[in-house]
């Protein structure tokens, strides 16, 4: 394969039947973290939900013809600010022809390029396939350890790689009422249960669209929680933020509350530049929650009292 015929752009809507061809095929899908799609519509869901938002969920390209996909996560799985991941796919006739080694060599440099705060690229492959362990060495990298997971591949990266933090739509509003509309889920937070489509309506374009960071934790994009920032905190220190989240309670304890925090403090600390440090509070019984932030890299500071 010449490689002046291999290039990396973005999504488009007109390479949804392309996707379908390649992202339809589980010998494809078998070894990443994404399930197989089946129909039109769900590649055209994934072009506008998974990859159209993302600038390093791209297509691999052959004559300008999508046969793959490669992307970028920031930070890592490993949690390491200083590092992102990457993976590709791609389809099945193209095996073995070196086009994966030379979209991974042609993104490299790139992604240092936009993401200057790195200084490492980890890429994972499962044990059993040795040829994505030689495309990744040909592309430079080098083996570093081995990790052990007792669960479905698939599994381990809808619970880790496909959470995202984004504003609040309107079109959540059906998600939304799942979650704030549960009192399991704002018992421990302080807001009222939402009990109608209307009041989830008016949660989002009065609470959440005018605060920069009311932001939605997501999986596949697709809301299941919230993450807030108040700045000054309810100290009233200037130097500091507060920060909370909830989730619904079908995604308790599988680590997604650790991961959105761990996302989004280098960021809180971007966008706040006067901030010295960020608070977060919960209420004494909720052990849980205290579990969450100390994994977050938050430590104890003082307990209130409320007589």
């Known amino acids: ?52 938002p993302q600038p390093w969920h791209v297509s691999i390209c052959i004559d300008d013809r999508s046969i793959g996909f490669l992307w970028v996560i920031h930070p890592a799985m490993s949690d390491d600010i200083e590092a992102v991941e990457i993976g590709y796919a791609i389809a099945v006739e193209y095996w073995g022809q070196g086009i994966a080694t030379k979209a991974l060599k042609m993104a490299i440099p790139r992604i240092f390029n936009d993401f200057p705060q790195i200084v490492k690229i980890i890429a994972c492959a499962i044990s059993k396939n040795k040829a994505s362990h030689r495309v990744l060495e040909k592309a430079g990298f080098h083996y570093e350890r081995s990790l052990t997971w007792h669960g479905d591949f698939k599994e381990y990266g809808n619970k880790s790689s496909r959470i995202s933090l984004r504003p609040f739509r309107l079109t959540d509003v059906d998600d939304i009422l799942l979650w704030a509309g549960d009192k399991r889920v704002t018992s421990t937070i302080r807001w009222d249960t939402l009990t109608t489509k209307e009041e989830a309506l008016s949660f989002i374009k009065e609470v959440c669209v005018p605060q920069p960071w009311h932001v939605s934790i997501c999986i596949d994009d697709r809301s299941i929680g919230f993450l807030w920032v108040i700045h000054p905190a309810m100290s009233d220190d200037i130097e500091a933020v507060e920060i909370g989240y909830a989730i619904a309670v079908e995604y308790w304890g599988q680590g997604i509350a650790t991961k959105a925090l761990k996302m989004a403090i280098p960021r809180i600390f971007n966008d706040f530049p006067q901030i010295v440090k960020i608070i977060a509070c919960a209420i004494s019984k909720n052990k849980a929650s205290h579990r969450v932030l100390e994994k977050a890299g938050f430590h104890y500071d003082m307990i209130y009292i409320n007589y």
């Open 1 to 52: 394969m010449e490689s002046s015929r291999i290039s990396l752009r973005p999504f488009r809507l007109t390479d949804v039947d392309d996707i379908l061809l390649w992202a339809g095929d589980k010998r494809v899908t078998s070894t990443i973290r994404w399930d197989t799609l089946t129909t039109k519509e769900e590649a055209l869901s994934f072009i506008k939900e998974v990859c159209v």
